[in-house]
T-cell receptor, first 110, second 116 residues
Framework: DAKTTQPTSMDCAEGRAANLPCNHSTISGNEYVYWYRQIHSQGPQYIIHGLKNNETNEMASLIITEDRKSSTLILPHATLRDTAVYYCIVRVDYGNKLVFGAGTILRVKS | GAGVSQTPSNKVTEKGKYVELRCDPI?????LYWYRQSLGQGPEFLIYFQGTGAADDSGLPNDRFFAVRPEGSVSTLKIQRTERGDSAVYLC??????????????FGPGTRLTVL
């Protein structure tokens, strides 16, 4: 699985959009981009995933660049409960395990 | 519906002892995963079951670690002769079908193991 690079931490004001970047320059054609988050003392929670096209669900939007070498997770209106570690993971379409990096610590502040 | 559950939530043991950690996956999920998370790090894959069989155990650190899933549902992670370095949160996840493609993995809350 391709390696991902994320900033160590980010701050966001409550009610504003949180934009979390991820670089995955070695991604190959059959690899998906997944995002999970982990709130303190809980197990990771699935957020969203995509292959080529931008994706949106009730939690977030995922913007993948045309060359697929980077992506951005967008939380449109961050709340204090969105404070968590956010993991960007690249996973082959036939793969099973998730390979987690260190993730980005997002702090949402009032 | 019920999510993935793990018991116990906390386990404290002494070095050299044997421990068992239990995972109850979401009903009907055929794929089950174990991960381990040390403080300040992301989860690390240990083993993956498809049904009753271990399809990928490449993440098990050594032969002190063993996991079973005899009836294709509940799984038990077993650690023999525990060492202080085994202290971590052990996470279990399950997914609906084969574990391939874009199956979403749903995680339990984890078991925090402390080896004194």
């Amino acid at each position: 699985d391709a390696k991902t690079t994320q900033p160590t931490s980010m701050d966001c004001a409550e009610g504003r959009a949180a934009n979390l970047p991820c670089n995955h320059s070695t991604i190959s054609g059959n690899e998906y981009v997944y995002w999970y988050r982990q709130i303190h003392s809980q197990g990771p929670q699935y957020i969203i995933h995509g292959l080529k096209n931008n994706e949106t669900n009730e939690m977030a939007s995922l913007i993948i660049t045309e060359d697929r070498k980077s992506s951005t997770l967008i939380l449109p209106h961050a709340t204090l409960r969105d404070t968590a570690v956010y993991y960007c993971i690249v996973r082959v379409d036939y793969g099973n395990k998730l390979v987690f990096g260190a993730g980005t610590i997002l702090r949402v502040k009032s | 519906g019920a999510g993935v559950s793990q018991t116990p939530s906390n386990k404290v043991t002494e070095k050299g002892k044997y421990v068992e950690l239990r995972c109850d996956p979401i009903s009907g999920h055929t794929a089950l995963y174990w991960y381990r998370q040390s403080l300040g790090q992301g989860p690390e894959f240990l083993i993956y079951f498809q049904g009753t069989g271990a399809a990928d155990d490449s993440g098990l650190p050594n032969d002190r670690f063993f996991a079973v899933r005899p009836e294709g549902s509940v799984s038990t992670l077993k650690i023999q002769r525990t060492e202080r370095g085994d202290s971590a949160v052990y996470l279990c996840a399950s997914s609906p079908t084969s574990g391939k493609g874009t199956d979403t993995q749903y995680f339990g809350p984890g078991t925090r193991l402390t080896v004194l």
